[in-house]
T-cell receptor
Framework: KQEVTQIPAALSVPEGENLVLNCSFT??????LQWFRQDPGKGLTSLLL?????REQTSGRLNASLDKSSGRSTLYIAASQPGDSATYLC???????????FGSGTQLTVLP | NAGVTQTPKFQVLKTGQSMTLQCAQD?????MSWYRQDPGMGLRLIHY???????DQGEVPNGYNVSRSTTEDFPLRLLSAAPSQTSVYFC?????????????FGPGTRLTVL
């Protein structure tokens, strides 16, 4: 059974810092890995999707990498801003791709 | 596009009541699913559909029914609400190509069962 782990569970940084969020998964036979953002009381917003054949994806200040062989992905946020404060979730398709298996998330706080 | 929409946003039920959570998408996505999010449990799949007329169970289907009569709509029915069904419910959709297609989520329905 696929298991997804995110470390750390919470992170607090001053504005302007570059930071890395970690995601690990136990079964490397994945189709893709997706990073989401969830604001308090809101739904999930997709940030980046990395296909299994890709090593990284970039969107603005966000860069996600994928290392299937080691079962790891990282989300790099450059020049963090208070508006980046949210919970960040990674997820991989599992169960014959019928569902996403989510990590428990990293709650990020960027202090002004 | 409105994306994935859900109604209602909030709902309070008494034990034993039934209700339907509505979900609609306007992106012509074939694949739709329902998740529930609980503290300490993360997001868990309830039911999913790969197209109109086709539904199947996910990880936690007991107490819920679904149907998919059109591509756009995927309602979730609670047959007889129980306090254990207090949760936040999310509907999601994507195209059928799992390797490349982003999953989109609705804003959620926050359900409390007393």
């Amino acid at each position: 059974k696929q298991e997804v782990t995110q470390i750390p569970a919470a992170l607090s940084v001053p504005e302007g810092e570059n930071l890395v969020l970690n995601c690990s998964f136990t079964d490397s036979a994945i189709y893709n890995l997706q990073w989401f953002r969830q604001d308090p009381g809101k739904g999930l917003t997709s940030l980046l999707l990395i296909q299994s054949s890709q090593r990284e994806q970039t969107s603005g200040r966000l860069n996600a990498s994928l290392d299937k062989s080691s079962g790891r992905s990282t989300l790099y946020i450059a020049a963090s801003q208070p508006g980046d404060s949210a919970t960040y979730l990674c997820a991989v398709p599992s169960g014959s791709a019928r569902q996403l298996t989510f990590g428990s998330g990293t709650q990020l706080t960027v202090l002004p | 596009n409105a994306g994935v929409t859900q109604t209602p946003k909030f709902q309070v039920l008494k034990t034993g009541q039934s209700m339907t959570l509505q979900c609609a998408q306007d992106m012509n996505h074939e694949y739709m699913s329902w998740y529930r999010q609980d503290p300490g449990m993360g997001l868990r799949l309830i039911h999913y559909s790969v197209g109109a007329g086709i539904t199947d169970q996910g990880e936690v289907p007991n107490g819920y029914n679904v149907s998919r009569s059109t591509t756009e709509d995927f309602p979730l029915r609670l047959l007889s609400a129980a306090p254990s069904q207090t949760s936040v419910y999310f509907c999601a959709s994507r195209m059928r190509r799992v390797s490349t297609d982003t999953q989109y989520f609705g804003p959620g329905t926050r359900l409390t069962v007393l």
